[in-house]
Antibody, heavy 122, light 108 residues
Framework: QVQLVQSGAEVKKPGASVKVSCKAS????????MHWVRQAPGQGLEWMGI????????SYAQKFQGRVTMTRDTSTSTVYMELSSLRSEDTAVYYC???????????????WGQGTMVTVSS | EIVLTQSPGTLSLSPGERATLSCRAS???????LAWYQQKPGQAPRLLIY???SRATGIPDRFSGSGSGTDFTLTISRLEPEDFAVYYC?????????FGQGTKLEIK
């Protein structure tokens, strides 16, 4: 079945970087755009950016420009989100989410990873 | 950036009642690229509605979406116990994607 499986929880110190992975299975990896969304404890959903797994092109929310890098490995059907210069406000659950229809950049998110908790604390 | 404002913040209803959730956009949402998600504690969001009014696969027909332009509504015709959760609207027609702040649907 179609699923996204994310890497495990992380604890990082302020100023460090974190890299979260999201492994896709059950569909053609390169045919569906992937997004990253985060959710701070008790808060709403915040869009971080999008990656085209086919060519690797990306687009990031302005808030994260310069701190976030999204990449993919087509050989393992995995996308990655790396966030640098971490601060306490980055403590959140990070989700990868696939768009609903193939080759559509502007689309709703129908498949979500289980989420990865990233805690930033000294 | 399109700002989405959901109302009410919290809605207290009983099973069997009808729920009406609102999502208002700061500018017109292109091509009705508006989605609704349900999120339960400790779980990832679940897509309910896309394109403002189309139900996602496997979503019961008690869930319906309507609206266009800047005003959108999610209606749950007859609440089941499993429907009590937080609901988010999202516009995906222009970058950046944005989400509303959520409506918590709680049992009265």
């Amino acid at each position: 079945q179609v699923q996204l499986v994310q890497s495990g929880a992380e604890v990082k110190k302020p100023g460090a970087s974190v890299k979260v992975s999201c492994k896709a299975s059950g569909y053609t990896f390169t045919s569906y755009y992937m997004h990253w969304v985060r959710q701070a404890p008790g808060q709403g959903l915040e869009w971080m950016g999008i990656i085209n797994p086919s060519g690797g092109s990306t687009s990031y929310a302005q808030k994260f420009q310069g701190r976030v890098t999204m990449t993919r490995d087509t050989s393992t059907s995995t996308v990655y989100m790396e966030l640098s210069s971490l601060r306490s406000e980055d403590t959140a659950v990070y989700y990868c989410a696939r768009v609903r229809w193939l080759l559509r950049r502007f689309d709703a998110f129908d498949i979500w990873g289980q989420g990865t908790m990233v805690t930033v604390s000294s | 950036e399109i700002v989405l404002t959901q109302s009410p913040g919290t809605l207290s209803l009983s099973p069997g009642e009808r729920a009406t959730l609102s999502c208002r956009a700061s500018q017109s949402v292109s091509s009705s690229y508006l989605a609704w998600y349900q999120q339960k504690p400790g779980q990832a969001p679940r897509l309910l509605i896309y394109g403002a009014s189309s139900r996602a696969t496997g979503i019961p027909d008690r869930f319906s979406g309507s609206g266009s332009g800047t005003d959108f509504t999610l209606t749950i015709s007859r609440l089941e116990p499993e429907d009590f959760a937080v609901y988010y609207c999202q516009q995906y027609g222009s970058s950046p994607n944005t989400f509303g702040q959520g409506t918590k649907l709680e049992i009265k």
